[in-house]
């Protein structure tokens, strides 16, 4: 019965709106807001990212992938050290790190949590919209995992952490 009743609640939580991708302005790594209704009419790539990560190499593809693609998307970055304590440092050590190591300029985040109790809401928007849709996988797994928005502000598609930003689908994703 309880299984039933929560059920029933999540649903009816995603039929009264969970709202849109667009009503989320999240904290800047530096600490400004990233308001994502300035990204309407692009896709927008969310990726939770980590220095210590064997998937940290990816950042290389996703600066490649985001000065490619400025003119019709964008990539934010969520650091997160919810997987093996892989992004321990501050904010601004995070930074520095990102922008000596992978000359990264996409915008980034300030570190958040991207599963557990603390979920950060945009990520609990995006699984409950990746749930919603029947895609996997719906919760982040590890280390740069990549959500994909279209130009609607809709969820097009979720890349496991090992799919490389350059990944032929990834790029039939963007190109779609």
């Not at 609640?9 to 209704?37: C, E, H, P, Q």
Request: proline fraction near 5%; glycine fraction near 6%; charged fraction near 20%.
């Amino acid at each position: 019965m309880f299984r039933l009743l929560l059920m029933l609640s999540s649903f009816m939580l995603f039929a009264a709106g969970a709202g849109s991708i667009y009503d989320f302005k999240v904290d800047g790594i530096d600490g400004n807001k990233i308001n994502l209704a300035d990204y309407k009419g692009k896709k927008i790539m969310i990726v939770n990212t980590a220095s210590l990560c064997g998937n940290t190499p990816q950042y290389a593809a996703l600066e490649k992938l985001y000065n490619k693609y400025a003119d019709k998307m964008v990539i934010i970055g969520f650091p997160a050290n919810n997987f093996g304590q892989q992004e321990p440092g501050s904010n601004q050590e995070i930074k520095t790190f990102c922008t000596k190591q992978y000359a990264v300029t996409f915008p980034m985040a300030a570190k958040i949590s991207v599963k557990g109790d603390d979920i950060a809401p945009l990520y609990k928007w995006l699984y409950d919209q990746s749930v919603a849709k029947h895609m996997e996988p719906a919760a982040v797994t590890w280390n740069f995992q990549k959500y994909l928005i279209n130009e609607q502000g809709e969820l097009q598609a979720v890349f496991a952490p090992k799919t490389l930003p350059d990944d032929p689908a990834v790029i039939a994703a963007i190109e779609k």
